[in-house]
């Protein structure tokens, strides 16, 4: 994106995760004046590894970040990587590969921390503020054209528009919808997840290849995905197990219940006793005390992102659950917009409201497909898709799922917007150069 001049707003992030730290560093190469403010003392992330798709590379690739990544993760290139899909019980026969495009599904594989690592060593830390735990946002008493961050700490801060990239549990999110609500529902879903070395893993007889393509192991109310990251030296495990008795959000955690917790290796053993040797040797190889996640998701969907000056993005906004391997990924595209949009030189503070709902009126229903594929990508790996356990034909339940996804170009959100921008009048038709 090209350096833009200075805008007569600012802009304020809450939340330095993945989507909010890529939109700081969007706006930042764009000219646009912006904070960050995260909860936690300093910016990390989880033990754990991610996969970015090629829709969410080619955001990354266009603010200038991609380099950096590739370079800091030691992922060397891209890889075309469709999953190869094994029965988790039994000898683990490829049923079905996801077929990729070498030139258009190019997508990495990577350890998360390194991944934020990357994005943090790219924003100025001048814009950064730790410690900052958003705990309100209301219209700003002296101006009702500004919004008031209020911060656990007793602070406060000004802004003219805030975008809320404060993941599931979002603060911001309450502002958007207007009340207490907050649209948070536990998915009856729970990860296990763990890093292993590769080495120990083939020491212990593993057999399934892993560096060719990332591998999906599949049963009743069960799956486990597996994929190398760290050139192949490290290999991450997402162990799911499911309920489908019950409907999302029909169940609440008890109250100060942990969301992720250390469990025992032997919990794990229980959830997969029976199934394939792979499989198990996955589970003895990880951890003593491997990670439980209890995973929560933004549902029923919200009606908007936005309300006057205030955005969500990432999580805060479509949290979904991870079985296209998609949720940061939908984030990052609507960072790209959010940044785009906010440094067109027809954004004004005159136009920003407008500019953010068409942002929303944008990236709700791509956001939104992509979290009812996930669902229901879940349900086929775990058996309960349209061919059940006929392992044989569940690659026609699968088929598309991923291109779905991947195969978008970000750019065409930002043509759509701008279309509808013009549509409006909120971005007038100008013929000759544009001013600021
Ligand atoms: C098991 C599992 C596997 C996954 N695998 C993938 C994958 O392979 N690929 C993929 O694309 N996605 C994957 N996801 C989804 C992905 O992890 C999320 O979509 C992504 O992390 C969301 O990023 P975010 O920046 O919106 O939120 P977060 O990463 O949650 O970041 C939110 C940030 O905001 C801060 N914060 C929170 N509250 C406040 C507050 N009140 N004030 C200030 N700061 C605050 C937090 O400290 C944090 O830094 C997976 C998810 C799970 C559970």
């Not at 939109?23 to 970015?52: M, N």
């Not at 020491?203 to 999906?216: I, N, R």
């Not at 919990?267 to 040797?277: A, D, I, L, T």
Request: net charge negative; glycine share 10%; hydrophobic share 40%.
């Amino acid at each position: 994106m090209a350096a833009q001049p200075r805008k007569d707003f600012e802009v304020a992030i809450v939340g330095g995760g993945v989507c909010g730290l890529t939109c700081a560093v969007a706006l930042q190469k764009a000219g646009v004046s912006v904070r960050l403010f995260e909860a936690a003392p300093a910016f990390g992330e989880i033990g754990a590894g991610i996969g970015v798709g090629p829709n969410a590379v080619r955001v990354l690739k266009d603010i200038g970040v991609l380099d950096t990544i590739l370079q800091k993760t030691g992922e060397g290139d891209l890889r075309a990587r469709g999953f190869i899909y094994r029965p988790g019980v039994g000898e683990h026969r490829a049923v079905y590969t996801t077929p990729v495009n070498e030139s258009e599904d190019r997508g990495i594989g990577m350890h998360r921390a390194v991944f934020l690592d990357a994005l943090v060593s790219v924003v100025d830390p001048t814009v950064s503020h730790f410690n900052k735990r958003c705990v309100s946002v209301t219209e700003s008493p002296a101006n009702p054209d500004r919004v008031l961050l209020s911060f656990l700490d007793g602070t406060t801060h000004e802004t003219d528009v805030v975008l809320g990239a404060d993941g599931i549990k979002s603060s911001v999110r309450k502002y958007v919808l207007g009340g207490t609500e907050d649209r948070l529902a536990f998915s009856n879903t729970v990860a296990y997840r763990a890093l292993i070395p590769y080495a120990a893993l083939k020491a212990a007889g593993f057999k399934t290849g892993l560096v060719e393509a990332p591998v999906c192991f599949l049963g009743p109310s069960k799956h486990l995905i597996v994929f190398p990251i760290k050139n192949d030296e490290i290999v991450n495990v997402v162990a799911f197990s499911a309920r489908y008795d019950i409907p999302i959000g029909a169940v609440k955690l008890p109250d100060g219940a942990a969301w992720v917790e250390q469990v025992s290796r032997e919990e794990v053993k229980r959830e997969y006793e029976g199934w394939g040797p792979d499989v198990s040797i996955l589970i003895d190889n990880m951890p003593e005390k491997p990670s439980k996640w209890s995973i929560h998701v933004v549902h029923p969907p919200l009606e908007s992102y936005v309300k006057d000056r205030v955005a969500l993005l990432g999580d805060a906004a479509h949290g979904m659950l991870p079985h296209l391997g998609a949720g940061a990924g939908q984030g990052i595209e609507d960072a790209y917009l959010l940044a785009r949009l906010l440094s067109h030189p027809q954004t004004h503070t005159d136009n920003i409201k407008d500019v953010l709902q068409v942002y929303s009126q944008v990236r709700k229903p791509r956001a939104q497909m992509v979290w009812d594929r996930s669902y229901r990508n879940g349900r086929v790996y775990d058996g309960n898709g349209p061919h059940g356990t006929d392992w044989d034909h569940i690659g026609e339940d699968i088929e598309g799922m991923f291109h779905s996804v991947w195969r978008h170009d970000p750019n065409r959100d930002f043509e759509a917007a701008v279309q509808s921008l013009r549509e409006r009048g909120a971005f007038p038709q100008i013929n000759g150069p544009v001013s600021v």
